[in-house]
């Protein structure tokens, strides 16, 4: 079997409901096995239907849906109508998104892992058809929908080993990747009636020549996750201590020095992002996600460049 290959894009940053559907065509086209989008500034789920809607094979996915925006009820009979919609193309990752973006939405992060738990058990079973009647009985989803879980943290990957169908991590390095088998392996253990997890992993791709151009490309497009608690804490927890009190202290795009990049994205002329893109394989990466710079031409750019 070929090795698999994802696509992640931002249609919120200013695309139109024809952008998402073209993207997710040409994506299908060129042979990628999968299309995910963010919940960055619209509905994540109905960004995903659009996207089935205008396809035939490729998977469709949620990268992330955050999981205090909808009922657990809803999320699972959205996902289910999607499932249905597509023949099984869809898999919803759920997350608990960031602080920052939580309280501008005046949505409170009491203990964000035990609400993670309390939700995709939910969705779960709502999706089994389990739970109490409303107006009418409740039925199981026509089509399975895999779940995936976000996750950052040791503690978040061990609860989607125990849980979930696959994780979905971003910014990790390929050391983290290895390190990360025993923390999947601790939750599994825990785990009833699940196969294997599907690690997959966000991986942001700057294609171009000019090494230091891609570079600066990179720090204007993740300089936002710096200010994130979570991503902070992953970097020094990663090893990049000095980067991560650089953050702390508001330093934006400028705290991702060129051993950060080099070692959580592909970065550069195609050969150079290959090797960097085998060796996440290598580390344990079932299904590679590759994270367009934002803006339709930026996905385009990926697209072409990874056409199988």
């Not at 939700?119 to 999706?127: A, C, M």
């Not at 590679?288 to 385009?300: F, K, M, Q, W, Y």
């Amino acid at each position: 079997m070929a090795d698999r290959l994802g696509l992640a894009v931002i249609p919120g940053a200013g695309w139109s409901a024809r952008d998402v559907q073209t993207i997710a065509r040409e994506a299908e086209e060129a042979g990628f096995d999968a299309i995910f989008t963010t919940e960055v500034n619209n509905d994540v789920m109905a960004t995903a239907q659009l996207m089935g809607a205008a396809t035939q094979r490729i998977t469709i996915g949620t990268w992330i849906a955050n999981i205090y925006l909808r009922h657990s009820y809803v999320c699972a009979q959205g996902a289910a109508l999607i499932a249905d919609a597509t023949g099984g193309r869809f898999v919803l990752g759920l997350g608990v998104s960031h602080p920052p973006v939580n309280s501008a939405l005046g949505i409170e992060m009491a203990d964000p892992p035990a609400a993670l738990r309390r939700y995709v058990s939910g969705v779960r079973k709502w999706l089994k058809g389990e739970g109490p009647t409303t107006h009418l009985p409740q039925r199981p989803s026509p089509k399975p929908v895999p779940l995936y879980v976000a996750a950052v943290t040791s503690r978040t990957v061990e609860l989607a080993g125990e849980l979930a169908d696959g994780i979905m991590p971003f910014l990790w390095s390929a050391a983290r990747v290895k390190q990360s088998k025993a923390w999947i392996d601790r939750g599994r253990a825990k785990a009833s009636g699940l196969g294997k997890l599907d690690v997959t992993l966000g991986l942001p791709t700057f294609l171009g020549d000019d090494v230091k151009a891609m570079r600066e490309a990179a720090r204007q497009n993740l300089g936002l996750y710096t200010t994130f608690p979570f991503f902070q804490r992953l970097f020094r927890a990663s090893g990049f201590a000095d980067e991560a009190a650089q953050m702390e202290k508001g330093a934006g795009g400028a705290s991702l020095s060129e051993r950060i990049l080099d070692a959580v994205c592909l970065l550069g002329p195609m050969d150079r992002c290959r090797a960097q893109l085998a060796a996440f394989r290598g580390a344990g990466v079932d299904l590679p996600i590759l994270v367009a710079p934002i803006g339709v031409d930026g996905a385009r750019t990926v697209i072409r460049a990874f056409r199988r």
